[in-house]
């Protein structure tokens, strides 16, 4: 196997096809066949989703050649494929490659630990942040930083934001580009530099994992963004992508110590020693696979999304039982499901006298899967809530199975 082997994702035909047809259902249909085969549903690829065959399939050829006998043949394999990973993820979305690290928390945990050492006085440093956002990443930030958190108002109006950093004056602003909770699409570039303009000296870390392969990452404006390889790039678990600004670089020398022989990226983000070197060779194969099917597979979760909350809300309203919507755009409640032009793959609805815990647990001996997520509200409530996401791969057949076996559960999952 060379560094750039050529390797081509399989059923290349159907990609190109689906290319010109996006509308072809038959095609679709063929493309989940053959890169995500199997009687699952998994409608929670932003937590973890299903890996393609693509990706199974380099990362069990990555160990060809007993190269499990093979250390040092383990250890170059793996740095032509991280670098392989590293020019394909620059290709697709500019800026400098990026760091290949563990996974979106492990990576702010050093980023946090960084910015401590870089901040640290007298007084905690103030992290300003939203409440959206996933305990993994704010817990990065718990020892040793104070929190400030932005109403959601703030969340779709920059200049609100700015009047906050303004009198707040915080050293870190942390927000997701789209957020785990509602699927909400925050304006991350025109928050950050409202932000700066009042905090000039603030460091703006961006979490785009549950966007990377939903939106390009937000790069402009930030010092860091972090992502993640097993959610809507269908890659393996275990890896995840970083980029940091050359400010961050030159400020934060723990972030650039390690192998000096590697390019690009922050080797400090990276993981070091034995590991599992095959995730490289499977997240190029998830970027291979992205790259080919470009636009469509947004436009087609979209469009697949939407249907799904039209069904759910028909068959919810059928069966009486109350719920609301969460809008992609505003973040807000609606009555009524969002449309395919506000939304990216997720859909998010609250079930107020509903133990959605319970129906998630429901529907999985079904091989259903779909996330309960605890949202926080205003001073610290946290409501249930349930989010489905729809990979592109899937069928309105198949949804509709899983949208008629949430609704059943309803009745037997109880009361909150």
Same mark, same amino acid.
């Given at each position: ?17 689906? /290319? ?9 249909? /063929? ?51 991280? /670098? ?315 949804? /509709? ?16």
């Amino acid at each position: 196997m060379t560094e750039a082997s050529g390797r081509r994702p399989a059923g290349e035909s159907v990609l190109g096809a689906l /290319r010109e047809r996006p509308e072809d259902q038959d095609l679709w249909d /063929r493309l989940r066949v053959r890169q995500f085969p199997g009687a699952r549903i998994n409608l929670d690829p932003g937590a973890i989703a299903t890996p393609a065959q693509a990706v199974r399939a380099a990362m069990q050829g990555f160990w060809d050649d007993e190269l499990f006998a093979y250390p040092e043949g383990q250890v170059q394999r793996g740095r032509a494929e991280r /670098r392989r990973a590293r020019a394909l993820a620059a290709a697709l979305w500019g800026g400098d490659p990026p760091a290949l690290t563990a996974g979106t928390s492990e990576a702010l945990r050093t980023i946090a630990s960084a910015l401590s050492e870089r901040l640290g006085g007298s007084e905690s440093p103030l992290l300003l942040t939203s409440g959206h956002e996933h305990p993994g990443a704010t817990a990065a930030f718990e020892p040793g930083f104070r929190a400030a958190i932005l109403p959601d108002a703030a969340l779709r109006d920059p200049a609100a934001a700015g009047a906050i950093a303004a009198a707040q004056r915080p050293a870190i602003l942390l927000l997701s580009q789209v957020t785990y909770t509602i699927g909400q699409v925050i304006p991350v570039r025109e928050i950050a530099a409202a932000v700066r303009a009042a905090a000039p000296e603030v460091f703006v870390i961006v979490d785009a994992a549950q966007a990377l392969g939903l939106v390009p990452p937000a790069l402009t404006g930030a010092d860091f963004v972090v992502a993640s390889g097993h959610k809507w790039l269908f890659g393996p678990p275990g890896v995840g992508l970083a980029w940091a600004s050359t400010r961050a670089r030159s400020e934060l020398p723990l972030l650039t110590a390690g192998d000096a022989s590697e390019e690009g990226g922050c080797a400090g983000l990276e993981r070091r020693g034995a590991h599992d070197f095959s995730v490289y060779a499977g997240l190029a194969a998830a970027l291979d696979l992205h790259a080919a099917l470009g636009q469509v597979a947004l436009k087609r979760s979209r469009t697949l999304a939407a249907w799904l909350a039209r069904e759910l809300h028909e068959r919810l309203l059928a069966a009486g039982v109350a719920h609301q919507f969460f809008d992609p755009v505003t973040g807000e409640e609606r009555e009524t499901p969002p449309t395919a032009d506000g939304l990216l793959a997720t859909v998010s609805v609250t079930l107020p006298a509903v133990d959605v815990e319970a129906v998630c647990a429901s529907l999985q001996p079904a091989g259903i899967h779909v996330r309960c997520v605890h949202e926080r509200r205003a001073a610290g409530k946290r409501t249930p809530l349930l989010r489905l996401g729809a990979p592109c791969y899937e069928s309105t057949a198949r949804v /509709r199975r899983a949208v008629d076996a949430l609704v059943a559960a309803v009745p037997h999952a109880g009361r909150v």
